[in-house]
């Protein structure tokens, strides 16, 4: 099967197909003159815009400043599988075990995100390719029933549209010969176009009066008591606020990575598939789909019918943004044979992109806030699934708390307490390469690999359902 994926990956791109687009905006000018504002977001992906937008529709008066150390979308908002989902967290299971007594309110809070992003893209008017087809969760094999039929009684009940597939239903869905079974949540999700919405986004900023500079990065921080004073690599910017909306790359002071590590998400595209080639996976709905494999895989079709395959994640010492190794064909052979495995009716199929994005993992795998200078600054981030829509959730709440908003909310769990710290380098990177081996080989042989993955989720990290000792009984989600 390698040499099939060899020869599927041999004129591939490695770089992220929704930005190898011509209808990217043009850069705004990075920032070279020393200015003040009411508020100063560092980060242009979609937590830094849904801040910029929310803060300036609730207040126009305030002064907002949004800087960017690459361009808009460059990061993590421009890479992504790009499923949508109503959850804020990284799912309802894992919202159940982390928060179990919030859970009630974040799956309000959740409808209420998902209306107003709707609302955003409506009134606005951003053309961003979204497909509000559901998502779909299938089992691989008998033993992912399990999951899917816990998974589905949680959707169940908080009044999820749902519905449980048997293995017959499933084919006709998504139509793999590893699929047993599954669950499609209808509602309040689908699948977009990231970079699309992020442009968006950005125009939307800019004609409500958002200042914007690209190009432009943070270097340093000077707390002044009633104001802070940072210095750019053009420029000091006098605040009295400041947004961290920085994610994996977790820039804006130093303690932010004792509580985030960046891991690499690699993706793969395939050329757009001919209505024959399409015909024999079925997929008339289009849903976004994860499978319940310990490495787990995700899947979704673009506006050209591409298909989208990725979840093989990887780990670089100290949090490398930018690892030479995955411009190379070598850590996408696996996934490209992941893909083969999964739909062998597609062996005529070649990719066209390759490339990795940064997840910001935490040891809750869900969005939390940390505050540094009195309150004056606020760091957003741990997004490491999900966070499309959730990013606008963690935005508004982490608007919330810098302006000392009286919301009941924020004296819940989720807003009110941190991730657990996580060990430095090197033993993150040691505890982080054996933990990527063992999800990779967990379901083929089992053995110390389960019970490295058990000892991983008691140490605070929810990477696994832990059902047993057996291969095949491990689920990441």
């Known amino acids: 099967m390698t040499e099939r994926a060899i020869q599927a990956l041999s004129e591939v791109k490695f770089l992220p197909y929704w930005l190898d687009s011509d209808q990217a905006p043009s850069a705004e000018a990075a920032l070279t003159d020393s200015i003040e504002t009411d508020l100063l977001i560092v980060g242009g992906g ?7 937008i929310i803060a300036k529709e609730k207040n126009p008066q305030t002064q907002i400043v949004l800087i960017e150390k690459n361009t808009i979308a460059f990061g993590a908002s421009g890479r992504p599988g790009a499923i949508l989902s109503a959850s804020v967290m990284h799912g309802l299971h894992i919202a159940s075990e982390i928060f179990p007594n919030d859970l009630d309110t974040l799956e309000r809070l959740g409808r209420e995100n998902i209306m107003a992003f709707k609302e955003t893209i409506e009134r606005y008017n951003i053309d961003c390719e979204v497909e509000w087809t559901g998502e779909l969760t299938v089992a691989v094999g008998d033993e992912g029933m399990p999951m899917v039929k816990d998974e589905y009684k949680l959707h169940q009940q908080y009044g999820h549209e749902a519905v449980l597939l048997d293995e017959q239903s499933v084919q006709t869905e998504l139509n793999s010969p590893l699929f047993k079974g599954g669950f499609w ?8 176009n990231p970079a699309k919405l992020a442009w968006g986004l950005k125009r939307v900023a800019l004609s409500l009066g958002v200042r914007i500079y690209e190009n432009t990065s943070l270097q340093q921080t000077k707390d002044e008591h009633t104001h802070l004073i940072v210095t750019t690599d053009g420029a000091k910017i006098r605040t009295t606020r400041m947004l961290l909306c920085t994610n994996a790359f977790a820039a804006g002071h130093k303690k932010i990575k004792q509580r985030v590590a960046m891991i690499r998400d690699r993706i793969l595209m395939t050329e757009p598939l001919t209505h024959e080639q399409l015909n024999r996976i079925g997929w008339k709905n289009r849903q976004g789909a994860y499978d319940t494999r310990t490495q787990l895989n995700y899947m979704r079709l673009t506006k050209d019918n591409r298909m989208l395959f990725g979840g093989r994640l990887g780990y670089f010492m100290a949090s490398n943004p930018n690892p030479q190794t995955d411009l190379t064909v070598k850590p996408y052979i696996r996934l490209a044979d992941a893909f083969f495995i999964t739909f062998p009716q597609l062996q005529d199929v070649r990719f066209t992109h390759a490339w990795s994005g940064p997840i910001g993992l935490t040891t809750r795998m869900a969005v939390h806030f940390q505050s540094y200078y009195a ?21 508004e709440f982490g608007l919330a708390k810098l302006f000392n908003e009286n919301r009941e909310e924020l004296n819940l769990e989720f807003a009110s307490t941190l991730p657990n710290w996580i060990p430095p380098e090197p033993f993150r990177y040691i505890g982080s390469k ?9 379901d083929e042989k089992g053995g110390w690999r389960i019970a490295w993955l058990k000892l991983v989720d008691k140490m605070g990290f929810p990477l696994s359902w832990t059902t047993g000792d057996e291969p095949n009984e491990t689920n990441e989600r």
Do not use: E, H, P, Q
């Open 375 to 395: 309150g004056k600054a606020i760091y957003v981030g741990g997004y490491s699934g999900f966070g499309v829509t959730a990013s606008r959730f963690g935005a």
């Open 46 to 52: 979609f937590t830094g815009l849904w801040a910029a």
């Open 434 to 442: 054996i933990t990527m081996y063992a999800l990779d080989t967990a």
């Open 185 to 192: 949540s209808k509602k309040n999700s689908g699948v977009i």
